[in-house]
């Protein structure tokens, strides 16, 4: 494995970094401040607004699509820095076009979608006119299993009636999110439990499409983006809406969870190193007993282990990275597995460990560290728990080595 970055990765990490020192890192309070006095919560923050076209005219844009026809033309290993660079602000990657669940869905579209859908929903997409949510999650089936998947989706003549109830749909309460994928089961009584769920375009303004709450994650509602509980009741949208035709539901999110895993791990880890860095800042200018912080034993032993437990996921991130490149994400899937074990739970060790430093201040508004701390417990069981991918990673191992 070489990881070391070509001249062009190089040039946008460079650009990268210095984009996010002039236009986010000094954005970061008033982005908050706006926020808590906002009218309308759920309005795109004017901030992204702003920024958006200087990340497009800086050549920041759409960094996450391997192709150059309408992205960096990266790969999944060169994309890797650039994804922990933004992931120190959580709502950065939205103003370079690469925030969730966009980028999954707009993967979608390109690798499934019809011309016809690609024209209505990639290409505003693509242009970062539009936002987008993903339905899979429902509160009445554990479905981190997705064959348990009860939204019914059933063909009537030229349509499909949508009937359920899904809830945590990410980005569904921002008033620029147009257009939901809809996971669901169009054959229901199919032996083949992989084969009854299919996936289906719903506009966000459907009749019968009922928001009935924000859901909160740890106390967040995580405006502007928000996550949305939605009562689906005999909606109807045209039988061209179908992705890719009926039964491929359950091969579709396989296919967008595999990346979408690892850009989640790749982001947590740059929240993770942005911890270890307030957490020296904070640990050399703080004295308590007489001492500096950063003279106290217990203090240095957190900050090493940080700084040791940061690196390993950081070099399992990039050798995941490379061998989905190299190999393909089905071949990669034992590194993924592994990836989105360790990530979000040394993330969450790491923040904690920090917000322990910084005292009071640490579980105030006044740090990144307690809205870190709640998107890394999320992707604790988000695109999948932690128990599952164990699960599914011994079961794998002892198969290989068992015999």
Partial sequence: M????????????????????????????????????????WAT????????PKAKAAGLWNLFLPNTEHGAGLNNLEYAPLAEI????????????????DTGNMEVFAQYASDEQKEKWLKPLLAGEIRSAFAMTEPEVA???????????????DEYVINGRKWYISGAM????????????????????HIQQSQILVPMDTKGVQIIRPMEVLGWDDAPEGHAEIVFDNVRVPASNIIAGEGRGFEIAQGRLG???????????????????????????????????????????????????????????????????RFGNKAAQELISQIKIIAPNMTS???????????????????????????????????????????????????????
């Fill in 45 to 52: 923050h004017p901030i992204i607004e702003e920024l958006k």
């Fill in 143 to 157: 479905s981190s299993d997705a064959t348990n998947i009860e939204t019914s989706i059933i063909r009537d003549g």
């Fill in 2 to 41: 070489n990881f070391e970055y070509s001249d062009k990765v190089k040039e946008l990490i460079a650009s990268l970094e210095a984009f996010m020192d002039e236009h986010i890192y000094p954005r970061e309070q008033e982005f908050n401040d706006y926020l808590a006095t906002a009218k309308n919560r």
């Fill in 174 to 193: 921002n008033e620029h999110c147009k257009i939901m994928i809809v996971m669901g089961k169009t054959d229901a009584q199919n032996p083949n439990r």
């Fill in 259 to 325: 990346p979408g895993r690892i850009h989640h791990c790749m982001r947590l880890i740059g929240q993770a190193q942005r911890a270890l860095e307030v957490m020296c800042q904070r640990a050399e200018s703080r004295v308590a007993f007489g001492r500096k912080l950063s003279e106290q034993g217990s203090i240095r032993e957190d900050i090493a282990m940080s700084s040791c437990e940061i690196e390993q996921a950081r070099l399992l991130t990039l050798k995941a990275a490379d061998a989905m490149d």
């Fill in 349 to 403: 060790r790491v923040i904690d460990r920090a917000m322990q430093v910084h005292g009071a201040k640490g579980v105030s508004q006044d740090t990144f560290l307690p809205r870190g701390f709640a998107y890394a417990r999320m992707i604790r069981f988000a695109d999948g728990p932690c128990q599952v991918h164990m699960s599914q990673l011994g079961r794998a191992l002892v198969k290989k080595h068992g015999a």
């Fill in 86 to 101: 933004m992931g120190r602000v959580l709502w950065s990657p939205e103003v370079f076009n690469c925030s969730a669940p």
